[in-house]
């Protein structure tokens, strides 16, 4: 009976460590969809908008400045989300390498018929209880811990990169926009002047070769305009992309003239190039994310030349 008993016990510890298997296939059609069905007007977007100083009288955006963009792109694109869910994961990583070692029980039971023996049942349970050496624990620790702030500075990387896509992005698609318009005007012109030069050389005013001179210079006018309407669909899909949104939610954005100098010039910081330099070396992302990087590299080492020295396994009899 008791073995029948021990049986079960041990039996119901086992199954308590399964862990059973849930697929979770990616569904491309959903997620097609749920990037196709993203709109600027959205109820989330709108409140984080609030949440960073907008108006409620200034929602939703009809005229989508060069800042409206940079959140839109902060917001929609899923870049920034993969860094946050990797930072999750550095920090849940601290909390493992925080772990101690658990101690094993193991039982063992004998059946002997030997005669000699006063009883033919023997039962033996041990526990063994680990203990690391050499600092490993704190060293595991150190390690995730430089790991996960490498991964929160990785966010801030991410949210600046985005930032300086969608503008660049914007600006060359403004830029191509008002290419095309003033492209558009020097076809026409050069049209009315081939026309021109079309009526003089009837009336004999004008040689054959400045009329040849003109078609070419038509030619040249309307191969960069068909160039420049070519490039434009690239570039909405690419400012698209950039802020997180389908090519046909883009279409229904008033985005205003962001191609400003004058407002540039006058945003631009007026810092002493030494304060520049200084913030540069001290503060830039990359390179604290490469100092963290180091550290890690660093605390690796360490652990190995730690692992030479052999753990203890205290087993109490």
Same mark, same amino acid.
């Given at each position: 009976?008791?073995?029948?008993?021990?049986?079960?016990?041990?039996?119901?510890?086992?199954?308590?460590? *399964?862990?059973?298997?849930?697929?979770?296939?990616?569904?491309?059609?959903?997620?097609?969809?749920?990037?196709?069905?993203?709109?600027?007007?959205?109820?989330?977007?709108?409140?984080?908008?609030?949440?960073?100083?907008?108006?409620?009288? +200034?929602?939703?955006? +009809?005229?989508?400045?060069?800042?409206?963009?940079? %959140?839109?792109?902060? *917001? *929609?694109?899923?870049?920034?989300?993969?860094?946050?869910?990797?930072?999750?994961?550095?920090?849940?990583?601290?909390?493992?390498?925080?772990?101690?070692?658990?101690?094993?029980?193991?039982?063992?039971?004998?059946?002997?018929?030997?005669?000699?023996?006063?009883?033919?049942?023997?039962?033996?349970?041990?526990?063994?209880?680990?203990?690391?050496?050499?600092?490993?624990?704190?060293?595991?620790?150190?390690?995730?811990?430089?790991?996960?702030?490498?991964?929160?500075?990785?966010?801030?990387?991410?949210?600046?990169?985005?930032?300086?896509?969608?503008?660049?992005?914007?600006?060359?698609?403004?830029?191509?926009?008002?290419?095309?318009?003033?492209?558009?005007?020097?076809?026409?012109?050069?049209?009315?002047?081939?026309?021109? *030069?079309?009526?003089?050389?009837?009336?004999?005013?004008?040689?054959?070769?400045?009329?040849?001179?003109?078609?070419?210079?038509?030619?040249?006018?309307?191969?960069?305009?068909?160039?420049?309407?070519?490039?434009?669909?690239?570039?909405?899909?690419?400012?698209?992309?950039?802020?997180?949104?389908?090519?046909?939610?883009?279409?229904?954005? +008033?985005?205003?003239?962001?191609?400003?100098?004058?407002?540039?010039?006058?945003?631009?910081?007026?810092?002493?190039?030494?304060?520049? +330099?200084?913030?540069?070396?001290?503060?830039?992302?990359?390179?604290?994310?490469?100092?963290?990087? %180091?550290?890690?590299?660093?605390?690796?080492?360490?652990?190995?030349?730690?692992?030479?020295?052999?753990?203890?396994?205290?087993?109490?009899?």
């Amino acid at each position: 009976m008791k073995v029948i008993l021990i049986s079960v016990i041990s039996l119901s510890l086992v199954a308590c460590g *399964f862990q059973d298997y849930i697929a979770k296939p990616i569904d491309t059609k959903t997620i097609a969809d749920k990037i196709n069905n993203r709109r600027a007007n959205d109820t989330q977007f709108q409140e984080y908008l609030v949440n960073h100083g907008y108006s409620a009288a +200034q929602l939703p955006i +009809q005229q989508w400045t060069l800042d409206d963009l940079v %959140y839109c792109a902060l *917001f *929609f694109n899923p870049n920034l989300n993969i860094a946050r869910a990797q930072w999750r994961s550095a920090e849940a990583a601290k909390l493992t390498a925080a772990e101690m070692r658990l101690p094993t029980l193991s039982g063992n039971y004998e059946n002997t018929d030997s005669n000699e023996s006063s009883t033919p049942h023997a039962y033996k349970l041990s526990i063994d209880l680990p203990i690391e050496t050499a600092n490993k624990r704190n060293i595991r620790i150190e390690s995730a811990q430089h790991l996960a702030e490498a991964a929160k500075l990785k966010i801030a990387l991410s949210a600046w990169q985005l930032r300086t896509e969608a503008i660049r992005a914007v600006y060359d698609y403004v830029y191509n926009q008002k290419l095309i318009a003033l492209l558009e005007k020097e076809q026409a012109k050069r049209q009315e002047i081939v026309a021109i *030069f079309q009526k003089r050389m009837q009336v004999g005013e004008s040689s054959n070769l400045e009329l040849s001179k003109a078609n070419l210079l038509l030619q040249d006018a309307s191969a960069n305009l068909e160039a420049a309407q070519r490039n434009q669909p690239v570039l909405t899909a690419r400012l698209a992309n950039s802020l997180g949104l389908s090519p046909a939610a883009l279409a229904s954005m +008033q985005i205003t003239d962001v191609i400003n100098a004058e407002k540039i010039l006058a945003s631009a910081p007026n810092h002493p190039s030494e304060e520049i +330099q200084s913030r540069a070396i001290f503060n830039r992302l990359d390179l604290r994310i490469a100092l963290e990087r %180091y550290a890690v590299a660093e605390a690796k080492v360490k652990l190995e030349i730690a692992r030479q020295y052999p753990d203890l396994v205290f087993k109490p009899g």
